[in-house]
Nanobody, 114 residues
Framework: VQLVESGGGLVQPGRSLRLSCAAS????????MRWYRQAPGKERELVAA????????NYADSVKGRFTISRDNAKNTVYLQMNSLKPEDTAVYYC????????WGQGTQVTVSS
């Protein structure tokens, strides 16, 4: 199993970023995919999850209405569209697959600062 995140960077408050996670080594279309984040000095937290077909999604309260998780099963890729970014969204963002053990990508840094 391999998960490779991309799309992070430095962005001003109120702007947007889109993260991508390219997956390989398992049947992507059969599994729930998740995005987590970990800010300095804090525990890793679940940000969003999406069902195998993409029909069901769940979000942390802190990102509801601002973030959107989606997936393209033909490309084995899951996305996280992040709008109206806030400084408190600053963290390393990780892609997760539970197949059935937990697998993680290397993470991508998102920094929201003016």
């Amino acid at each position: 199993v391999q998960l490779v995140e991309s799309g992070g960077g430095l962005v001003q408050p109120g702007r947007s970023l889109r993260l991508s996670c390219a997956a390989s080594g398992f049947t992507f279309s059969r599994y729930v995919m998740r995005w987590y984040r970990q800010a300095p000095g804090k525990e890793r937290e679940l940000v969003a999850a999406i069902g195998s077909a993409g029909a069901s999604t769940n979000y942390a309260d802190s990102v509801k209405g601002r973030f959107t998780i989606s997936r393209d099963n033909a490309k084995n890729t899951v996305y996280l569209q992040m709008n109206s970014l806030k400084p408190e969204d600053t963290a390393v963002y990780y892609c997760n697959a539970r197949v059935p053990d937990d697998y993680w990508g290397q993470g991508t840094q998102v920094t929201v600062s003016s």
